[in-house]
């Protein structure tokens, strides 16, 4: 990628006509205005969907395959990837090493920005070395300039390994997409504060990130109708939603779905085919792993037998 100080051309960098006067605006004025701009943000991301698909598909190809999904950006793009994969583990009972956010400068610079970072394509590399990046992986750079070197480094070691590549920015024909396998561009347009990427871009992309990962955690099995039935039960408030999503799919009263989910050693998809089965946790975790944690097909199983 050629490196490119001049950013003004950039739509991100652009001045926004609707904005203009906000220095003198009344409070609820500004709040509007960036309102009204946040509006467009859902719109956006409507017309990349099939984009967004793309990049859903290679994700669930590696996790098909033992591999990984994998988020690296630098500032607030960083920050979001970061964000989106430390989720998954306590919503979807996920390993921490399954979807995995890496950042320019680290984890200090979640808290601290370190934005200097972002400038050397080496630093991308060494990442996704420390990790052992593998073909099986998918890797998805976020830079809403699409212009960062950290990913652009990230994206051109992923390639060479053959992992499955995606470049996520809010620029029509960015720098980084020209070095993915597939590209997602949502053109959200100029922002309510000229350059603050932190606003429409961050939300079209934490928009689009909730969708991969939720996404890909659905076609694996995570959820069943649209309940978070893998939900790691770490603490009271967890527990009590536990045995509502029992309640709900099984149509028991509190109690039998507290004991039961105890029974299940607090795993609420053991549970919810306990009941639908009316076995025990021995049974049910071995009709669960037949169908691959499918709920559905774990008791279409027990039925078939």
Do not use: W
């Not at 006067?21 to 991301?45: G, P, R, Y």
């Not at 590696?62 to 591999?67: D, E, V």
């Not at 956010?101 to 984890?107: C, D, K, P």
């Not at 053991?270 to 169908?291: E, S, Y």
Request: aromatic content about 4%.
């Amino acid at each position: 990628m050629s490196e490119q100080p001049n950013i003004h051309h950039l739509t991100t960098e652009s001045r926004n006509k609707q904005t203009s006067s906000i220095h003198t605006a009344k409070t609820l004025e500004i709040l509007q205005m960036i309102n009204n701009e946040d509006f467009k943000v859902a719109e956006a991301v409507q017309q990349v969907l099939p984009d967004v698909e793309t990049a859903v598909d290679f994700a669930f190809d590696s996790f098909q395959n033992k591999g990984r999904l994998i988020y690296a950006g630098a500032g607030t793009s960083g920050r979001l990837g970061v964000l989106d994969a430390v989720e998954c583990p306590p919503t979807y009972s996920v390993s921490p090493e399954k979807v995995i956010g890496l950042m320019a400068g680290g984890a200090d610079a979640f808290l601290r920005a370190s934005e200097g970072i972002e400038d050397h394509e080496e630093a991308g590399v060494e990442d996704l070395k420390k990790i052992g990046l593998t073909a099986n992986d998918t890797l998805i750079a976020i830079a809403a300039s699409g212009r960062t070197p950290y990913a652009a480094g990230a994206l051109k070691y992923a390639r060479k390994i053959g992992a499955k590549t995606v470049s996520l920015t809010c620029n029509k024909d960015s720098d980084i997409s020209k070095e993915a396998d597939h590209s997602i561009e949502v053109l959200v347009g100029p922002e309510v504060i000229t350059g603050s990427t932190r606003m429409k871009a961050a939300t079209a992309h934490k928009m689009i990130l909730n969708m991969i990962s939720t996404a890909v955690m659905i076609r694996v099995g995570k959820v069943y109708e649209n309940l978070m039935v893998d939900v790691k039960i770490s603490n009271k408030k967890l527990k009590e939603r536990a045995i509502g999503i029992i309640q709900s799919v099984t149509g028991v009263s509190y109690e039998i779905a507290k004991e039961t989910l105890e029974n299940a050693n607090l795993h609420v998809k053991t549970a919810i085919v306990m009941l639908k089965t009316n076995t025990d946790q021995h049974r049910a975790t071995a009709l669960l792993n037949k169908a691959d944690g499918f709920i559905d097909k774990a008791i279409e199983h027990y039925h078939s037998t």
